[in-house]
């Protein structure tokens, strides 16, 4: 019968005790469950080792041998020092130099056997022919627990101060061989057999200890059918904590808005444009949503200025016509304050009344009073209390997470809908991870007679080019954006600041009024500056990233974007969606400033390249890698230490129609304890995922 020898905490695994054990801890492995899952970041095959004779210059090796001499080099001053040993393995020669380690002396003798793995370099001073240059290293010694170190596939950890590769891996071999086999396998039978998936304790005794040289290639590249293992084991749980939350929301008692009609459309009217086919498709899918009994789960992608502000107003007033709430929630104060002028302004002709909150506002009693709500973290306090909250929308989704979102939907007295949006376009396999328990709208197409800005890398040496094109559009009458990365001059980093932006620009531009916006401006001030700015009373509006998202200013024809190699692709796309919001032509300038990173020159290219935000948001998820991209952290979902969305996408959609498979028939895993207990440790601490239903 097997037992679950994952709980036993690391402590009381053979040779740890409690002093190792907080070493353990430093690495993440409390349990004998997490050093399973504490996986080799490289392979050394020492089974068959090359002959020193044989190694060749410009090759990477993990080569054996003897030390035979012992050397120290210094240069005068002392401020360069140099160990060497020679090693010999009966057929050759290898010089091995370490420089600036003087201590790195006391670890060798003369007549140990020494692993070292590294680059081959020719020796082009004197003998031997061949070098290498602090190489990783491991001295054998003969003490009964060769054949863990030597002679096989041997595992390579990442490890902490205090405790060394080879008694690192002497304790790992002692936990595998006494626990692994007792690992209980939570997942269904069916489900490895369907996937043609390796036995659980079979790839954790594979991936630690290796005994098939034949798939050392597989392994250091993580592409191993053991590693496969794993990776679908952290899509699936990932996947079965959404399907558990969708199924949740599919069985609860909603609210079904029954609405006339009749404000929806007089707002119609009052808006000075018409919907786009893509606008009236999504709103469709929404009121469709709306008007069934279960709550509504929907997420609203879409690239910068493709209207889904207006499209979460107008669902917000079928909700409000059907005698209830709607909160809107926005991860900043400034983008908040951006949402409460344009539907104040918009709602306050229909006779209703918004309320903005944020954690500088004290208006807690006016809630009930008010029929729209928008704010920040500030909504989700527990003093605060709606009357009737019938529908919840989330902006820029990316940044809060399914704890903010299931806090503020709390807030209803039965279940409200929930509406999502990003204006940063996520990609497919993203889309399905983050959001997996969200059904997808998608606005692909902008509205009509709207021009992609035209985009300019320029150097900052070429200022007179940059300043000839403001000139120009200026004095037609258009307006300005200039944005840097900082507030005030920063000694420590050497960055144009928003507030010499100001004064440099009124000293180039004396004839052009020059605003300054920036984060840790009081509201009110920020608000004076951005109506000043879109009446037309300012014409350079110099800021930061506080104008990232939310700002709608159709005469703001420039976007200059200072230090540009400084921000990340995604915000630079943002930034540039803030001009080409009317019919005129506009221009996205880009300026940096040298040394230019690799990371930076490609992010640049990109923009310059095109105006698709989805492309962009796969070339962005390919520079930062997925973790960055969505950051786990403050969506509030769990980490995945060995899935790549991108890499194991085949994988995620097998893991997705899997645990959705499962959920469908047994809705809270009654059928499964070990599953369900399994799943609750993965996403402890971030969902109560069976709390209801």
């Not at 996520?426 to 709208?441: Q, V």
């Not at 940059?466 to 000139?471: E, Q, T």
């Not at 005030?488 to 100001?502: I, N, R």
């Not at 969505?630 to 645990?659: C, I, M, Y």
Request: with cysteine.
């Amino acid at each position: 019968m097997q037992n679950n020898s994952a709980e036993i905490p690391i402590q009381h695994a053979k040779g740890i005790g409690p002093g190792r054990a907080r070493l353990f801890a430093c690495l993440g492995i409390r349990t004998v469950g997490d050093a399973f899952y504490y996986i080799p970041h490289r392979y050394d095959d020492r089974s068959h080792l090359k002959p020193l004779n044989l190694l060749d210059p410009g090759s990477a090796e993990t080569v054996s041998g003897t030390v035979i001499s012992m050397d120290e080099k210094r240069r005068r001053n002392g401020n360069f020092h140099i160990f060497e040993i020679v090693l010999h393995d009966g057929s050759g020669y290898l010089k091995v130099k370490w420089f600036n380690q003087p201590y790195i002396r006391r670890n060798f003798k003369l007549g140990q056997t020494v692993v070292v793995s590294g680059m081959v370099k020719k020796n082009t001073f004197d003998m031997p022919p061949v070098e290498m240059d602090s190489p990783e290293y491991e001295i054998v010694t003969d003490d009964g627990d060769s054949m863990i170190h030597t002679k096989r596939i041997v595992p390579v950890y990442g490890l902490t101060a205090g405790i060394s590769q080879k008694q690192f891996r002497k304790l790992m071999f002692s936990i595998i061989m006494d626990h692994a086999a007792g690992i209980q396998d939570p997942l269904p039978a069916r489900t490895i057999s369907k996937n043609g998936l390796a036995g659980l304790a079979e790839s954790v005794l594979q991936l630690h200890f290796p005994t098939h040289a034949d798939d050392m290639k597989e392994l250091n590249s993580g592409s191993s059918r053991y590693h496969r293992r794993l990776i679908f084991d952290e899509l699936f749980m990932f996947e079965l904590g959404l399907a558990v939350m969708k199924s949740a929301e599919g069985r609860a008692k909603g609210i079904s808005f029954r609405s006339q009609g009749r404000l929806r459309n007089t707002l119609l009217k009052l808006l000075p444009f018409r919907l786009t086919p893509a606008q009236q498709r999504v709103l469709e899918e929404i009121e469709r949503d709306m008007k069934a009994p279960h709550p509504m789960n929907r997420l609203l992608q879409g690239d910068v200025g493709c209207g889904k502000t207006v499209i979460a107003l107008l669902a917000m007033i079928e909700a409000v016509e059907s005698g209830f709430q709607a909160a809107l929630m926005a991860p900043t104060g400034i983008l908040a304050e951006q949402h409460f002028m344009i539907i104040h302004n918009l709602i306050g002709r229909l006779g209703l009344k918004t309320l903005l909150l944020t954690s500088g506002t004290e208006k807690h009693a006016e809630i009930c009073g008010a029929d729209i709500i928008i704010g920040t973290h500030a909504l989700i306090q527990e003093k605060v209390v709606f009357r009737r909250l019938g529908l919840v929308v989330i902006d820029e989704q990316h940044k809060f997470g399914v704890v903010q979102r299931a806090l503020l939907r709390k807030k209803g007295s039965s279940a409200p809908d929930l509406l999502v949006m990003t204006a940063t376009p996520i990609p497919r396999s993203l889309a399905h991870t983050i959001y997996g328990d969200l059904d997808c709208s998608v606005i692909n197409e902008l509205p009509l007679n709207r021009k992609p800005s035209l985009t300019r890398w320029i150097e900052a040496s070429k200022k007179d080019e940059i300043y000839a094109i403001l000139k120009r559009e200026l004095g037609k009458g258009r307006q300005a954006y200039v944005v840097y990365p900082a507030i005030e001059e920063s000694e420590k980093m050497d960055l144009k600041s928003a507030a010499q932006g100001k004064t440099a620009f009124e000293r180039r531009f004396p004839e052009f009024r020059v605003g300054l916006l920036h984060g840790r401006m009081k509201a009110e001030e920020r608000t004076t500056v951005m109506a000043l700015f879109k009446k037309g009373e300012v014409d350079i509006l110099v800021s930061t990233t506080v104008i990232e998202v939310g700002v709608d200013v159709p005469n703001a024809t420039v976007m200059l974007i200072v230090h540009a190699e400084r921000f990340g692709l995604s915000q630079l796309h943002q930034l540039r969606g803030r001009v080409g919001r009317g019919t005129d032509e506009s221009h996205c300038i880009l300026i940096a400033y040298h040394p230019l990173g690799e990371d930076a020159r490609r992010r640049l290219k990109i923009m310059v390249q095109t105006s698709d935000g989805f492309r962009i948001a796969e070339e962005d998820l390919g520079i930062r890698g997925q973790g960055e991209f969505f950051g786990t952290r403050q969506s509030g979902l769990p980490e995945l230490r060995h899935a790549n969305v991108v890499r194991d996408a085949a994988l995620l959609e097998a893991a997705k129609a899997e645990a959705f498979s499962l959920i469908a028939e047994d809705p809270e895993l009654k059928e499964s304890p070990f599953l369900k207990k399994q799943l609750d440790v993965f996403w402890k601490g971030r969902v109560d995922l069976f709390s209801t239903g």
